[in-house]
């Protein structure tokens, strides 16, 4: 099967640099995604790692670590309009993406 | 492209009715996937499709569930009979072979009373 952990709030000033974990067990693993959902909203891709280390996007950076069954995104100089769920995903066999249950990020001014 | 269109975005319905809900995903994606997703359990996978063919189904609550995908751009949801406990946000998403994002369509509110 497949389980992954994510800390289910953070809280974070406007213009400081937050990072979300995410620790997995699964079954088959091809890749480790990240997807921001705004309230009301419909999940949004924002990164994928296949093979370890940092990729960065901007303002956000993704990093995965296969041996420790681990990854986080990093976002850097937050705004106020990044608060929002952020979910980290495992992509199984198949193609199929397993979701985690979501951090809620809340930016203060 | 207007992105993954599903509808109806809200649906009210009684218990014991069926409730049919609907998914275009993007042209030329050829994988689509219906998640259902509730404060309790989060986003959960329901079933989904290559190439128009289902591949898992695993993730379908019970056989009140059925999903159909009769070609490349459209599928659909159906539960029959609905409860109260099927009252949740349900999201179709396409992606496309190599293609690592999933997009998702603004869901389908349901709820049954």
């Known amino acids: 099967g497949q389980s992954l952990e994510q800390p289910s709030e953070v809280t974070a000033v406007e213009g400081a640099i937050v990072q979300i974990n995410c620790t997995y067990q699964t079954s088959g693993f091809y890749g480790l995604s990240w997807y921001q959902q705004h309230d009301g909203g419909a999940p949004t891709f924002l990164s994928y790692n296949a093979l370890d280390g940092l990729e960065e996007t901007g303002r956000f950076s993704s990093f995965l670590s296969r041996s420790d069954s681990y990854g986080y995104l990093l976002l850097q100089e937050l705004q106020m309009k990044d608060s929002a769920s952020y979910f980290c995903a495992v992509r199984a066999p198949g193609g199929k993406l397993i979701f985690g249950q979501g951090t809620e990020l809340s930016v203060k001014p | 492209d207007a992105g993954v269109i599903q509808s109806p975005r809200h649906e009210v319905t009684e218990m014991g009715q069926e409730v049919t809900l609907r998914c275009k995903p993007i042209?030329?994606?050829?994988?689509l996937f219906w998640y259902r997703q509730t404060m309790m359990r989060g986003l959960e996978l329901l079933i989904y499709?290559?190439?128009?063919?289902?591949?898992?189904d695993s993730g379908m609550p019970e056989d009140r569930f059925s999903a159909k995908m009769p070609n490349a751009s459209f599928s659909t949801l159906k539960i029959q009979p609905s409860e109260p406990r099927d009252s949740a946000v349900y999201f179709c998403?396409?992606?496309?072979?190599?293609?690592?994002?999933?997009?998702f369509g603004s869901g389908t509110r349901l709820t049954v009373v």
């Open positions: 499709f290559n190439n128009n063919v289902p591949i898992d």
């Open positions: 998403a396409s992606s496309s072979t190599g293609n690592y994002g999933y997009t």
């Open positions: 042209s030329g994606h050829n994988s």
